[in-house]
């Protein structure tokens, strides 16, 4: 691997340990501002950044792309109030590991291979490992926003692509995550209440607006200018992982042998789809003929 490439890897992995930081961070402050209240925080000031960096145009814009800025916007409030409401009830790696489940479905769709029955079906035995032999040891409301934040992780990749296609640079991410942030309000408050007049937290919710988008994002930009989009994606199959290590160190969430095995087979499933994916793009690329 050359240098290049080795930085742009390391950069995926300093964007994947941001994200997992300020959800962590995020978990330790939802006993004042409650999940809803750190989502709004966390869109709110991830869009006052990306508004200030991209200045985005506000006229000019068809009908069509104004319809797609706003189910992006839409399912990014929906994906990040599903993962926080699961985050609540479930340990960091295995809420990662379920939301995953979404872009993994995602890659095995699109790859059309009588193998992508393989990769889920080892991401079947995963999910079921990470009951720890029984799903009884989960709380099953958690299990089911995490599989809600997975199902809205695939629609924002599906989201993601047409707004990229109908705005120039970060403008249709700024004008989504506004209009996310703008949803995501009257749900914040109620949630928060009168913890969102504290300063210290509204400068807490600010730290997870960074750590969990400006900076990876950020990090991801660059990388994918060195990397190919195959790779990028194998190295962001590794989110469970990243998440697991950080609800040890940070938040003390101990996993179970189980539990570190569906994780394991999840990413290993993950991987197996996203290669799968690449080689059916290049053979449709290729010349018949």
Do not use: K
């Not at 930081?21 to 000031?45: K, T």
């Not at 193998?115 to 299990?143: K, T, Y």
């Not at 919710?205 to 988008?213: D, H, K, M, P, T």
Request: charge should be positive.
């Amino acid at each position: 691997m050359n240098p290049r490439s080795t930085s742009a890897v390391a950069l995926v992995v300093a964007g994947l340990a941001c994200q997992e930081v300020g959800a962590a961070l995020a978990f330790q402050l939802f006993p004042q501002a409650g999940p809803l209240g750190m989502v709004m925080l966390r869109l709110v000031f991830s869009a006052a950044v990306l508004l200030a960096i991209a200045r985005p145009r506000w006229r000019g814009h068809s009908r069509a792309s104004w319809i797609a800025v706003l189910r992006f916007g839409a399912v990014l409030a929906v994906m990040n109030g599903f993962f926080y409401l699961a985050l609540q009830r479930l340990p960091l790696g295995i809420a990662v590991t379920i939301e995953v489940l979404g872009p993994l479905v995602l890659s095995i769709i699109a790859s059309r291979r009588a193998s992508a029955w393989l990769w889920a079906g080892l991401a079947l035995v995963g999910v079921v490992a990470l009951g720890g032999g029984g799903w009884d040891r989960l709380d099953p409301w958690g299990v089911l926003f995490a599989l809600g934040a997975a199902v809205s992780w695939a629609l924002y990749i599906l989201a993601s692509a047409r707004v990229g296609a109908a705005f120039p640079r970060l403008d249709g991410l700024a004008l989504a995550m506004t209009f996310g942030a703008v949803l995501a309000l009257p749900f914040g408050i109620a949630d928060a209440g009168t913890a969102l007049l504290r300063w210290d937290l509204l400068a807490l919710g600010a730290a997870v607006a960074v750590l969990s988008s400006t900076i990876p994002y950020a990090l991801e930009l660059v990388a994918l200018r060195r990397l190919p989009a195959s790779a990028f994606a194998i190295l962001m199959s590794l989110a469970p992982a990243t998440a697991a290590l950080a609800g040890l160190v940070l938040l003390g969430q101990r996993l179970t042998v189980l539990e570190v095995l569906g994780i394991g087979l999840v990413i290993a499933a993950s991987i197996g789809a996203v290669r799968a994916a690449g080689r059916r793009a290049r053979e449709a690329a290729e010349p018949v003929g």
